[in-house]
């Protein structure tokens, strides 16, 4: 299966979960809503362009607002996650080997740790700034904290689920032009 053929799957298959099965589950606690929808972004490419990057994250998300009756409110935090994505890579990995030799963020491309990190802070900002939208208030701190860290909790918790469950090969770049 091609890159693109691969990616187009993926993109339907992460909003007919999130859509169909993760929203119909009765919120788990006050804090906890799963969300695994975002993972299409971080799976992306590694050579992709930053302006694809972000085309893609928004009509990703608004997708997933269509969905969820929510105008906007994915489409954003998509959009920030996929504008600090390459930053972020950039900072964790070795441009000489990881970028030149895979094609796409994974455990094996990139090892526990900087996986490990590239999820968590992505996942940490996309939560954060969906929370922040959906009160337009911090209100209680506290509570704000909680559900954020709650969320992000049960999110990583299904993002390694889903890596351990579903595999993925690691495809090797080629030297073809």
């Known amino acids: 299966m091609t890159g693109l053929v691969k990616n187009i799957v993926r993109f339907f298959l992460f909003l007919l979960l999130q859509a169909f099965v993760l929203n119909k589950i009765p919120p788990l606690h ?49 959009l920030l996650i996929a504008y600090l994505r390459p930053f972020l890579l950039n900072l964790l990995l070795p441009q000489e080997t990881t970028e030149l030799s895979y094609v ?8 526990w740790a900087p996986y490990f990190v590239y999820v968590l802070i992505l996942t940490f900002m996309h939560h954060a700034y969906l929370v922040l939208l959906e009160w337009l208030q911090f209100g209680n701190f506290l509570y704000f904290l909680g559900k954020v860290t709650g969320t992000t909790a049960i999110s990583i918790m299904l993002i390694f689920l889903t890596e351990m469950l579903f595999y993925r090969k690691a495809r090797f770049r080629t030297n073809i032009a």
């Open 104 to 111: 796409e963020p994974s455990l094996k491309s990139m090892g």
């Open 30 to 78: 006050q804090f906890i809503v799963p969300y695994l929808y975002f993972l299409f972004i971080l799976w992306l490419p590694f050579n992709i362009s930053r302006t694809a990057l972000m085309v893609i994250a928004v009509l990703f998300g608004l997708c997933m607002d269509l969905f969820t009756n929510t105008p906007g409110l994915h489409a954003a935090p998509c």
